[in-house]
């Protein structure tokens, strides 16, 4: 909210706006204070003396402007507003108003006209241009725009949502008075009070309006507002636009009641109701649009159906105009929820419907009702006050809340004393009544946050200063709980993964569900996404079921902007849909290796990283976690490739890794000849759980170790080799360990040769070099019978 | 007599200096320091000097050796390193066989920070899903029905009984749940918003949440331990303003802002030109959430912070969007590899 200082001011001294800003945030009402925009060099103020037609153009009128120079210039004008009175203005020949427009003396339909009158527009207060500026008539003149005013800050305000009454002037000032230790002043209208006549108020449910009335004046003149309260509006952001309507939007500002203007001639019946819209109801609103209101929306009705949405935006069939005399003014409040609703389903939020929805103060409707009466019977000499009407209750019975001296003090670990306690509260409106350690408190009917005994402790501290309550730290003893196991994990994982030379990605959580879907096949490791019912977007409307694909999505970044060479991993929860409709949320480790991004930073020559990369860093990664040697078996399913994949076990199924299916790499439009491998660990999968590391006596004897080349039919693999060797070599061989595999010119096109070192070592002997060749020899033996091999 | 220390010293050096190779400077050395060397005489003479003259002469010339031998040595060494013995072709410019690092992201840096200094100040790390139910959400942190937050505007939901968790407070409701007081946790992890992206607005982003209930915690309690972590996190010189805020779980609830970490607190862009930059919201647990989960307000009290790491990562490093967290651009991940 805007809040023009010099408003503030006439209810509650107020010191430097910078400083008070500053305490207000500090109190929990975020303010700003903004001096006023600057106006550009050769403008001045000028009193129109007179204002005359154009002989020669209907639409123009020429004035004569006192700038105070001694002799006035005469200032061809278009505007509407432009009389005889008020200040204006002025822009003097060479003055530049922006966008290329400078001011020159020139012609206008033979009239030299010798400035010009400005719009707020043209000055660039505001984007009225609906008139030019108009000043009270007391205005100094021959000034510079600027220097008259500078006067005028503006202190922006952004109160909480549970704090409706600090959206007013009047609402701050008390805000303003509490925390200096002043006074001050609210507007104190005479009661506005006539018989009802006629007029009735129909109230269908109320919950949904606590409180409704009307006040009916005869003999206004619709007309432009008096200087001082245009100009309020326009530095308070409300665009003026007519005294009947400016008089409600001044008290809405002045008292945050928004009020709303019936023109009374169109009113149909003198029977005003309060209810929800039924279906098929439809009205035309003030900005011209028709609309159809939800069922939930409160509607404003007479005789002839809906003429307003109740505080959200009035009628066009009933709104005031140029012809209006006489004027139903509505005050009402309503149930913050209903307007939040209607809001919310007509897609509108108005300066009226913000209040509503923080909650407007039902006994506070009367008191604005008056003050706008006020006003207007001022604006409008003859004017006359001649119905009042009203529905729902005036006064709700107060709320009270008793206030223990020692809640202050178990809260906020000091003891304000009771001067303070009294003296903040009474000055923000509470009452106060001294008890037994403690006081009695009644709530006003205003703040309607105020409920229990915590929030008045707010009210203490926060007025009394939060910077006056002393820190301490005073922790006793150990909590007693450990870190999460499932969080323990996590940053386990990241760290071995960061060990292995990764960058680690963090991936958003929500993703493009449809896309996803279809690269999952049936295997339930990889699920179908878990969708959002209201998602931002269809390529963030499901939650990620695996890293994966984040994964891959990562790459695709990566190679549209500088390189494919990437090494990354994630340590992330997926979601999969469960068992009656929850969700489950799995910890998985994902990691990718593509192009040559393992290899040694600045190392000459990039070597691509292949199948055996990944298994090697899945393998560590597994051991370092698990405390386990995992087995790579079988292949990896969709979004993997069956040909260049392999399910990890360690006890238990981990997860998978390999190459990508093509559907992944045609989806993240990664080309087939990029190397590219992905692998996905669950890190809470049922395996072993990592034990204690024990000491292991080192080897007090000798190793024999010999070198074994074979040669295999092609199909034969590694693992059935080994399988062999360790079953064959017995206790004695303590590791077979492969250190080439061949295949060429030497050899047939169907075999492979294979070649191990083998290292022998007994606990408690040097072996015989005879024991050794004797084992050597059963190995082979074992070999060629059972494997087809030969010693190449 | 007495001048001729110093010169010599003067000359010495610059010659010694403009020696190109090892054999200029050993010829130097010997003119100079050798048996017959100027130095050498010079010392040999103060022998015949008047016995008041013979300490000051004699230790300046002691002074001109040490200095020239250490000169000689000093060149010496310079123009043997900066010889290379070309001829077997070794190039020891060639570039450095960098082993790859492994870069953690700034986001989790920060985070990590984060945890550490709140652990050392005996907070447990505790968990909780990131699917979370309206109860545990909101009805369990005194959020009523009809509040904006519960709608679909603002939140994201799966079904009517299950959303995107849109804070970390849930685990606080989780964690008393299962305990007796005092707790004294910490909970990080993802939130989800249905906030659009822009610079700094993410749908879902990180949050660390905390709690401590016990009997007499207090406001100044808070107060206390924030100040620590600030001083802690963003060093000594921060400046730290509290101020009200609003939260339905926490009364009173408080906002902190620090210093901007940009400006020093003079005001510039980053904290719109306050000198103010907000960090988190705060406050002591609101009486309906211990009672909730069955604790007594009479009893015990305690207070809940949250702040928002994504947040922190961008303060602390001054990164101008918070997009840059969530798109995993290696170049931009790979410039926080320097561990701080």
């Known amino acids: 909210m805007k809040i023009p200082v010099s408003w503030l001011a006439e209810l509650v001294p107020v010191g430097e706006p910078v400083e008070l800003a500053d305490r207000l945030t500090e109190a929990g009402l975020e303010s700003h204070a903004s001096a006023a925009v600057p106006v550009p060099p050769g403008i001045v103020t000028g009193r129109i003396l007179a204002c005359e037609r154009h002989p020669d153009a209907d639409r123009l009128s020429v004035c004569t402007v006192d700038v105070g120079e001694g002799a006035p210039r005469t200032v061809v004008c278009g505007a509407p507003n432009a009389k005889a009175g008020p200040v204006g203005a002025v822009a003097l020949p060479g003055a530049d108003l922006g966008g290329g427009l400078v001011v020159a003396e020139r012609k206008v339909r033979g009239v030299v006209s010798r400035g010009m009158l400005c719009s707020e527009r043209e000055l660039g207060l505001s984007d009225n241009h609906e008139g030019i500026l108009l000043l009270p008539a007391d205005t100094p003149i021959g000034k510079p725009l600027g220097d008259v005013l500078r006067g005028e800050t503006v202190l922006e305000t952004a109160p909480f949502a549970n704090r409706g009454d600090l959206m007013s002037v009047a609402g701050v000032a008390r805000e303003v008075a509490a925390l200096q230790g002043t006074r001050w002043s609210p507007p104190v209208p005479p009661p506005a009070r006539a018989a009802a006549g006629e007029w009735r108020v129909e109230i269908e449910d109320a919950e949904d309006c606590p409180r409704y009335a009307g006040r009916v004046v005869e003999g ?85 159906g809906p003429i307003a949405t109740a505080g959200i935006l009035g009628g066009a069939s009933t709104a005031v105009s140029e012809r209006t005399t006489a004027v139903f003014l509505e005050g009402a409040s309503f149930h913050p929820q209903r307007v939040r609703a209607g809001s919310r389903a007509l897609r509108v939020s108005t300066d009226a419907s913000a209040r509503f929805e923080r909650g407007v103060d039902p006994e506070g409707v009367d008191a604005a009702l008056d003050r706008a009466v006020e006003i207007l019977l001022a604006m409008c000499p003859g004017a006359r006050l001649v119905h009042s009407v009203e529905a729902g209750v005036a006064r709700p019975s107060p709320r009270r809340v008793t206030l223990r001296n020692r809640t202050i003090v178990r809260l906020l670990g000091v003891d304000p004393g009771p001067a303070v306690v009294t003296r903040v509260l009474e000055s923000l409106g509470f009452g106060v009544t ?26 203490i501290a926060r007025i009394h200063g939060y910077a006056r309550i002393p820190e301490t730290s005073r922790f006793r003893g150990v909590a007693g709980q450990t870190t999460d196991v499932r969080a323990e994990a996590y940053w386990r994982a990241r760290a071995i993964l960061l060990s292995l030379g990764l960058t680690e990605v963090v991936t ?31 390529d963030r409307g499901s939650l990620r079921c695996s890293l994966s694909t984040a994964l891959a999505q990562v790459l695709a970044t990566n190679r549209a902007r500088a390189s494919a060479d990437i090494a990354v991993f994630e340590v992330g929860r997926v979601f999969a849909p469960a068992a009656n409709g929850t969700v489950d949320e799995r910890l998985r480790a994902g990691m990718l290796l593509a192009g040559s991004g393992l290899a040694a930073e600045g190392a000459l020559g990039s070597k691509c990283s292949d199948f055996f990369d990944m298994k090697g860093l899945v393998e560590v990664y597994v051991e370092q976690f698990w405390g386990v040697r995992p087995r790579c078996e079988g292949f990896a399913p969709l979004p993997f490739s069956r040909a260049r994949s392999a399910a990890v076990v360690g006890g238990a199924p981990i997860g998978y890794f390999g190459a990508p299916d093509d559907s992944l790499r045609n989806v993240f439009d990664l080309p087939a000849e990029l190397p590219l ?53 017995g206790e004695l061989l303590t590791e077979p360990r492969l250190f080439d595999v061949y295949e060429g010119a030497q050899l047939a096109a169907t075999e492979k040769s294979l070649a191990y070192t083998l290292v022998f070592r007994a606990t408690d002997r040097s072996l015989t070099h005879y024991e050794v060749d004797h084992l050597v020899e059963r190995i082979v033996r074992r070999l060629e019978r059972e494997l087809g091999a030969r010693v190449r | ?116 200094i709140f652990r050392s100040m005996g907070f447990a790390v505790a968990d909780g899903p990131e699917v979370e139910t309206p109860h545990y959400n909101f009805t369990a942190l005194n959020i009523p029905e009809g509040h904006p937050t519960r709608e679909e505007h603002d939140s994201f939901f799966l079904s009517d009984s299950l959303l995107l968790r849109t804070q970390t407070s849930p685990v606080q409701i989780r964690v ?89 607190g003079r005001g510039c862009p980053v904290c719109k030109g306050s000198g103010w930059v907000e960090i988190l919201g705060c406050g002591m647990v609101h009486p309906n959430v211990l009672r909730g989960v069955g604790w007594d307000p009479e009893q015990v009290s305690g207070f809940a912070f949250g702040m928002g790491p994504d947040r922190m990562a961008l303060l602390r490093h001054r990164i101008p969007d918070i997009r840059h967290l969530y798109e995993n651009d290696v170049r931009f991940l790979r410039q926080f590899r320097r561990t701080t």
């Not at chain 1, 009644?442 to 105020?450: A, N, Q």
């Not at chain 1, 999968?685 to 040669?711: I, N, S, T």
């Not at chain 2, 921060?238 to 805020?245: D, P, Q, S």
């Open chain 1, 220 to 304: 206004v003149r619709a007309g432009v507002s008096p200087s001082w309260i245009a100009e309020r509006l326009s530095r308070a952001g409300v665009r003026p636009v007519m005294n009947l309507v400016d008089v409600t939007n001044y008290v809405l500002l002045e008292t945050g009641h928004p009020l709303h203007a019936f023109d009374r001639e169109r009113l149909r019946g003198r029977t005003i109701g309060v209810r929800r819209a039924r279906a098929g109801e439809s009205l035309v609103t003030l900005d011209g649009k028709e609309r159809a209101p939800d069922p939930g929306t409160l509607l404003i009705t007479d005789d002839s």
């Open chain 2, 176 to 264: 008393m749940q299962g305990s007796r007081p005092p707790v004294r946790i910490i909970a990080p992890g993802r939130v989800y918003r249905r906030d659009h992206f822009d610079a700094s607005h993410s749908p879902f982003f990180f949050q660390l949440e905390a709690l401590y209930v016990d009997e007499d915690v207090t406001l100044g309690d808070l107060k206390g331990t924030l100040r620590e972590f600030a001083r802690r996190f963003f060093g000594a010189e921060v400046n730290m303003r509290f101020r009200g805020g609003y939260f339905p779980f926490t009364e009173p609830s408080l906002e902190l802002d620090i210093s901007c970490t940009v400006c020093g």
């Open chain 2, 1 to 116: 007599m007495s001048e001729a220390p110093r010169e010599t010293l003067e000359r010495a050096l610059r010659e010694i200096e403009a020696a190109g190779d090892p054999e200029a400077v050993d010829v130097l050395r010997v003119r100079y320091l050798g048996r017959k060397g100027l130095v050498t005489a010079a010392l040999r003479s103060v022998a015949a000097l008047p016995e008041t003259e013979r300490p000051a002469a004699g230790q300046a010339w002691n002074e001109v050796r040490r200095a020239l031998d250490g000169a000689v040595t000093a060149r010496r060494e310079a123009l043997d390193s900066a010889s290379t013995p070309a001829d077997d072709g070794f190039d020891p410019t060639l570039p450095g066989r960098r082993p790859p690092l492994g870069v953690p992201h700034v986001l989790m840096q920060t985070l990590a920070r984060m945890i550490d």
């Open chain 1, 677 to 729: 491998w992905i692998a996905e660990l669950d890190l809470e999968a049922a395996a072993v759980q990592p034990g204690e590391v024990w000491f292991e006596a080192l080897p007090r004897y000798p190793a024999v170790v010999r070198d074994l080349a074979l040669v295999v039919d092609r199909s034969r693999r590694n693992e059935d080799l080994v399988a062999v060797i360790v079953e064959a070599g």
């Open chain 1, 434 to 459: 001294a008890r037994a350690e403690g006081w009695d408190v009644t709530v006003p009917s205003f703040r309607r946050d105020v409920s229990i005994e915590e929030d008045l402790v707010e009210e």
């Open chain 1, 508 to 538: 958003p959580g929500l993703v493009d569900g449809e896309r996803e879907g279809a690269l999952m096949g049936a295997d339930p490791f990889f699920p179908r996404p878990v969708p959002v019912r209201n998602p931002l977007s269809a």
